[in-house]
């Protein structure tokens, strides 16, 4: 592969990396994702975003910043806004999360939503970037003409190149493009009122563009390194672990997501009902189909700031917890039940407005059965997920930062009553973005893995105890929405 | 100087209280730890009351004692005056199908017009059925039923095994009245209800007059004088109100280990509706109270879960702005009376990540805590009883965080009496009467609380969390 520094524009962070030929981490760095709060909800500060990764390439010993010969940028999908040619803004890059443009999708009736999943792979919903678009132009006030629909992957390259363009990653989650055809869809975008010219050429992870004079000099590189916008995160991680069809990414950060890769999109109703997300993977010609949980990792700070404990004491309750479970010393009797739905549930009802739900709580109830508790629901939350795909996983491959929490993962194996093949290696995504942006492939091996086995007696405990939640989980399901 | 005692035998303590006569000003007091069980040996009640006598430093220059107590919980004493079996407690939900049973079988409705209680597990009947269908041997030897102030008014008469003079089992209208086989309307026993619900009839203790005397303290008792008056004694709740000066107008919500709303009526009241059971008072009055088995205990809970203090937990809840950004707690931890829900446990809803904050869930404790009170007003309004101000006590009335957020909660000025034990207080005042023929005139300072906008979107919150829950009140009563 060639020296490649990552950027990786997460949630809660965007963590940078410089990559030696041979694949390894030479230097990283991570800083909380710079946002901010407008009228109508959370944008990026862009000035920050773009100095956080200035001054890190600058800071990158010199000797080191010679080497570099790709800059790989990643990120959430679904964010954007309209840049204009000389790559000012038109309207303020908005967070995923963030539904200012619901409006423009709320009337489309039944069939309309049936043609767009058709179309685009997607379930209507305000989170992609079609709505948000409509919302920018109309925001715009006349002021967008030239301006193009940029997610913030793709803004980072075009301040570093001067050059805009779109990954089919990212643009299959804009629900604009057409899937099966990779092409921006003109009827789609009529329906809310758009032309496809808001849209910028689809240029591929692996066709980079060379960084602009102006940024060689200010980042202190050498004129011909160039830029690839590498993909959708979770996507982008699929490359990173080698995953072949069949196999089930799990890829773990603020949220967690479950990939698939196929030869075909599944476009069908079922499909459609289950709020599944058909895009395009980073590299090659397969399809995937997705599905988020937006409360994954969220779930530590949610219970790091309730319960009013640091990052390690948390960390050594859940190191305690699992040594509990392995010992069969947790009396799941006890335990309550959480539905840690702390930003909106999941698929199928995908709903923004879903809050969390923990019942079940004695007046004996202890903060660690909270944890407990939380970890449980989320593995739960996980097996409702996968269920929704039409799918057999033949193998679990688990990436991120719940590769180092052993009570989730075996939890999880438990409840699967499979194993699950998890990464040793941490910076799996950045990695991919690196083998994308030197057209280069990785294996599974690369990630060093190690396998969590479930346990026979464990399994049928954590199962039956799933099944006597049932009906209540059901229940707590239709309270949070 | 002459002295009273107060005893005040709770859920989790007893505690004793050696008044001055000529003011109600405290002496001294002694306390001693209850078990934490559910169904507990009757013999630690009076161990407790001898070892809180003791740290009293002993009775002998008191000149007159009275009981009060935990109400409900029955003693059950074969023949010769021995405990027959353990007792369950008020609040052990173990009785819920036994209620379940006696409503079905008479009719929610017939109880509450023979005895003004919608049947709630509490009630000393739903005991008796519990008594004759988990230990039918023990139901078969039981000859009499006291509640635990009649027992220990009893023992300090000296009365027990080896000299059980049953006949010399009394106790007041108010213990009556939580009995659930009392009229309201005769002041008399219904003994067909005992016996309906025991399958045989059972000694009561005699019902005396609010001023009577029970009689005199027995011989050879640790730390008791022989011969002093022993007062007619009562439930814990109007011993309260008797040391409140209770008038009408005044309801007293009480957070102690349960939640209590009481307010004064010159007539018992029959609540259809399932919430307000018609007690009696200590004067001769009525005493329509509603209660929730969860209360001050949601506070230990909520510091426990937060890793702080109580003040601490007050602070934060403080911090937070009314409704807690949404987050909603029903504080159901233990099962609920009031709604009628033994097997619910507490949920916490509309947790996200940015409203899952301590201020937010301390002030969501508090919150929770309190709507299930407030709702309780509503109650005795729909009784006719119509409060005109809000007397709060019990360990909880400290909390700052209490104190606020209740008058954002209620439409009632908010007074706050001096700290005292106000149960023994109350016991104290039997006692004084004992020796008198009539209650003291001891001064209660009240504290009235700064108003408060109404802020009635935590109220609203609750009741959407209750109907989320499927907990809608009174869905489900006595079922």
Not at chain 2, 218 to 245: K, Q, T
């Amino acid at each position: 592969m060639l020296p490649t520094v990552t950027v990786d524009i997460g949630t809660t962070s965007v963590k940078l990396c410089l990559f030696s030929a041979e694949g390894e981490p030479l230097d990283s760095a991570r800083h909380p994702t710079p946002t901010l709060k407008d009228e109508w909800g959370d944008v990026y500060d862009l000035g920050a975003l773009t100095g956080v990764v200035l001054r890190y390439v600058q800071d990158l010993e010199p000797g080191l910043r010679a080497t570099v010969k790709r800059l790989a940028i990643t990120g959430v999908g679904e964010s954007g806004g309209l840049v204009r040619e000389d790559l000012s803004l038109a309207s303020p890059m908005i967070l995923w999360h963030d539904h200012r443009g619901a409006d423009h999708i709320a009337s489309l009736s039944e069939a309309g939503r049936r043609r767009v999943y058709e179309v685009t792979g997607l379930p209507v919903n305000a989170n992609y970037g079609l709505s948000k678009a409509a919302w920018a132009v109309e925001h715009a006030d006349g002021a967008a003409d030239g301006a193009q629909w940029l997610n913030v992957a793709e803004y980072l390259a075009a301040w570093m190149t001067g050059r805009r363009w779109s990954e089919p990653s990212l643009a299959s989650r804009t629900m604009a493009l057409d899937l099966r055809r990779g092409a921006w869809s003109a009827e789609v975008c009529g329906l809310v009122g758009l032309d496809t010219s808001l849209f910028p050429e689809l240029r591929p992870a692996s066709e980079g563009s060379t960084i602009s004079p102006g940024f060689a000099t200010d980042a202190g590189l050498a004129p011909d390194v160039r830029v690839h916008v590498a993909g959708h995160d979770h996507m982008v991680g699929a490359v990173g672990a080698g995953t072949g069809r069949g196999e089930l990414l799990n890829s773990t950060g603020t949220t967690e997501g479950l990939l698939f890769l196929r030869a075909a999109p599944s476009l069908d109703v079922d499909a459609e009902k289950s709020k599944l997300a058909n895009g395009l993977a980073c590299a090659g010609e397969d399809f995937t189909l997705f599905a988020s949980i937006p409360t994954g990792g969220a779930a530590f700070a949610a219970l790091q700031g309730m319960l009013g404990l640091t990052a390690d004491r948390l960390a050594a309750c859940i190191d305690q917890l699992h040594e509990r479970y392995l010992l069969g010393q947790i009396d799941l009797t006890r335990i309550p039940l959480v539905l840690p739905q702390f930003r909106g549930s999941p698929p199928p009802t995908k709903h923004a407005s879903a809050r969390g739900v923990i019942s079940g709580i004695g007046t004996d109830t202890s903060m660690e059965d909270i944890v407990f508790g939380c970890f449980a629901g989320m593995v739960l939350q996980f097996r409702d997920v996968l269920e929704l795909f039409p799918v057999d996983a033949k193998a679990v491959k688990v990436i991120g930062p719940a590769s180092r929490n052993e009570l989730w993962l075996q939890l999880k194996a438990d409840l699967l009553g499979a194993p699950l093949s998890v990464s040793h290696f941490p910076e799996v995504v950045s990695r991919g973005a690196q083998a994308l942006a030197s057209q280069a492939r990785l294996d599974w091996e690369a990630c060093r893995p190690r396998e969590v086995p479930a346990d026979d007696r464990r399994a049928d405990d954590l199962n039956q105890w799933a099944a006597e939640m049932r009906p209540q989980w059901d229940s707590l399901k239709s309270v949070a929405g | 100087m002459t002295l009273v005692a107060g005893i005040d035998s709770s859920t989790q303590t007893c505690k004793v209280t050696v008044r001055d006569l000529a003011t109600g000003v405290p002496v001294r007091e002694g306390k001693a730890s209850h078990p934490p069980q559910t169904v507990v040996d009757p013999e630690a009640w009076w161990d407790a009351l001898l070892t809180a006598v003791r740290r009293a430093g002993g009775l002998d220059d008191v000149a007159a004692l009275s009981v009060s107590g935990q109400q409900h919980t029955p003693i059950f004493l074969g023949p010769d005056g021995e405990v027959v079996c353990d007792s369950p407690l008020w609040n052990d939900t173990g009785s819920h199908p036994h209620m379940v049973a006696l409503n079905d079988e008479l009719g929610r409705d017939e109880w509450i017009r023979r005895t003004g209680l919608p049947l709630t597990l509490s009630d000393t009947v739903t005991k008796l059925r519990w008594l004759r269908d988990e230990r039918p041997d023990s139901a078969r030897r039981t000859a009499a039923v006291a509640i635990v102030h009649d027992w220990l008014t009893w023992r300090l008469m000296g009365f027990g095994p080896g000299n059980a003079d049953l006949d010399e089992l009394v106790t007041d209208r108010s213990e009556a009245s939580g009995t659930g086989y009392w009229s309201g309307e005769t002041g008399e026993y219904c003994p067909d209800l005992v016996e309906h619900a025991l399958g045989h009839g059972a000694h009561l203790p005699r019902i005396l007059k609010p001023l009577e005397r029970a009689g005199v303290t027995g011989p050879g008792i640790p730390g008791v004088p022989e011969g002093i008056p022993v007062g007619v004694g009562s439930g814990d709740n109007a011993a309260a109100a008797l040391a409140l000066g209770l008038a009408e107008g005044d309801a007293v919500l009480s957070l102690g280990t349960s939640g209590v709303v009481y307010a004064r009526s010159a007539r018992p009241v029959h609540d259809y509706a399932g919430y307000v059971c018609s007690y009696a008072d200590a004067t001769g009055d009525h005493l329509p109270i509603v209660a929730t088995l969860n209360a001050a205990r949601n506070l230990d809970l909520g510091a426990a879960l937060l890793g702080c203090t109580h003040a601490e937990l007050s602070e934060l809840a403080l911090q937070a702005p009314p409704g807690a950004d949404g987050l909603t707690l029903l504080p159901y931890f233990e099962g609920e009376r009031t709604p009628d829900l033994p097997r619910a446990r507490g949920s916490l809803l509309e947790a996200s990540l940015s409203n899952f904050t301590r201020p937010n869930f301390a002030r969501a404790v508090v919150e929770g805590t309190l709507a299930s009170q407030v709702a309780m007003l509503d109650a005795l309004r729909a009784c006719d009883v119509r409060p005109g101000r809000l007397i709060l006590i019990g360990g909880a009335a400290q909390s700052p965080a209490i104190r606020q957020i209740l008058t954002q909660m209620v439409e009632l000025p908010v007074a706050v009496p001096d700290l005292d034990e106000y149960v023994t207080k109350g016991a104290a005042m039997q006692a004084a009467s004992a020796l008198t023929g009539a209650f003291p005139d001891w001064p209660v300072e009240m504290i009235d609380l700064p108003s408060a906008p109404l802020e009635a979107r935590i109220a609203r919150q609750h009741e959407a969390g209750k109907a989320a829950m499927g907990y809608q009140e009174g869905a489900s009563a006595g079922r």
